[in-house]
């Protein structure tokens, strides 16, 4: 049976004995079976650091010039970041037909500590590592990317022979890295089980049922957004078939709706877009790590939603203008969240602090975040991924990639 079928079962099984099991055996599940949940979100944690070096200096020094490189940048911040704002506009209209949070009644003040979100111009600082061993410690990915960038532009100036005994250690470097993560993701249908078990025991059908029109807004948005938008830059501008892309992607796409972390399912995404999707290696092996950290469709589509319910909630009409700053926020914070589990609450923080809706709503939504991110994450790596396939064929189109 393959792998994803097979995750995708546990996933099911999960579900279904999470709902059966419920409340009362949540501490036996806390004590014997989430651990195992982490053994394996740690497995994969173990890759992150070591897979995003050493891909980004081997997509980097493939590409052979700094010329090129900037180019294939350019084009990759600039469809992130489109694509990004669309997805918060389908959130917007999604959310505007369900109107979620209508007759909810004033949000009970529950406390949520939200820390302050960061300044755009702290999002530039903290980008460039003082100590690159120190980002790696912390697995701090931005500036571990930033690190690695100038590290690969380094080897290109070098050549020559002396560059090609790096290039050479890297590429081992990356292929052990992909060995290593084909070998934990056999593990992957059992950690599945094992992390989704507690969630649905300890979070039931009770807590979800007040707030599922927004569960529903999340959902819904990004299933839109997969199939309209990720489908269409498939065929459209990456010449595949949306069939072929979206099973290629299923296993990265389930490992990113369990762990609810764009990092952690980079490395399976990583080696699925050049082993199912065929996509060069120079290409996602730069593409694919810069997205799980600054594309986050999901994330924004999820802002839209939860804006427009903050809004309803409190009885607040949106204005035009204020959208257009959700929107803004929306897709210039998404560059600063990092892809981690939650990450996206806090900048929802900083999006309701930007348009001055109550921040109090956060405690609102804060109890269903893991729900919900379970599904921006998924669409945020599924993003990732119909961006390097329209780069791969650009790049294919001007003969710069096989
Ligand atoms: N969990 C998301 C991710 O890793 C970020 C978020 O919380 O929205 O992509």
Redesign the pocket.
């Given at each position: 049976m393959n792998l994803s079928v097979r995750i995708f079962i546990a996933l099911v099984l999960a579900v279904i004995v999470g709902l059966i099991a419920g409340e009362p055996a949540v501490p036996f599940i806390k004590w014997w079976i989430a651990p195992i949940g982490t053994i394996f979100i740690n497995l994969i944690k173990m890759m992150i650091v070591p897979v995003v070096i050493t891909s980004l200096v081997v997509g980097m020094t493939s590409l052979g010039d700094t010329k090129k490189l900037g180019r294939i940048g350019i084009k990759t911040v600039a469809l992130y970041l489109l694509t990004t704002a669309v997805a918060i506009g389908i959130g917007f209209v999604v959310a505007g037909i369900v109107q979620p949070g209508v007759g909810l009644g004033l949000a009970n003040e529950s406390a949520v500590k939200v820390k302050e979100a960061p300044s755009i111009m702290q999002v530039f600082v903290s980008m460039i590592p003082a100590n690159p061993v120190d980002a790696m410690a912390k697995a701090q990915i931005l500036p571990c990317i930033v690190f690695a960038l100038f590290v690969g532009v380094g080897i290109i100036q070098v050549g020559g022979e002396r560059a090609q005994l790096l290039i050479r250690f890297f590429d081992a470097c990356a292929e052990t890295c992909y060995k290593i993560i084909g070998m934990v993701m056999q593990l992957a249908p059992i950690g599945v089980f094992c992390l989704l078990l507690p969630v649905v025991a300890s979070n039931g059908p009770s807590v979800l049922l007040p707030l599922l029109s927004v569960i529903i807004c999340v959902a819904v948005g990004c299933i839109i957004h997969a199939l309209a938008v990720y489908s269409t830059m498939a065929r459209v501008l990456g010449k595949m078939s949306p069939m072929k892309f979206f099973r290629g992607m299923s296993e990265a796409m389930l490992i990113a709706f369990t762990t609810?972390?764009?990092?952690a399912a980079l490395p399976v995404n990583i080696k699925n877009c050049q082993e199912k999707l065929g996509l060069s290696r120079e290409v996602s092996s730069f593409v694919l790590p810069l997205g799980a950290t600054i594309n986050?469709d999901g994330?924004a589509l999820y802002q839209g939603v939860c804006a427009l319910f903050i809004a309803n909630v409190y009885g607040i009409d949106l204005s035009i203008g204020q959208m257009g700053m959700i929107l803004l926020a929306g897709t210039l914070g998404s560059i600063g969240?990092a892809?981690?589990?939650?990450?996206?609450?806090l900048m929802l923080a900083m999006v309701l602090t930007t348009v001055g809706l109550p921040i109090e709503g956060l405690g609102l939504v804060a109890g269903i975040d893991r729900v919900l991110?379970m599904f921006?994450?998924c669409l945020?790596i599924t993003g990732d991924g119909a961006v390097c396939c329209v780069i791969n064929e650009s790049e294919k189109e001007q003969g710069d990639v096989a």
């Open positions: 609810c972390s764009s990092s986050m994330t969240t892809g981690v589990p939650g990450a996206g609450l991110d921006r994450t945020n």
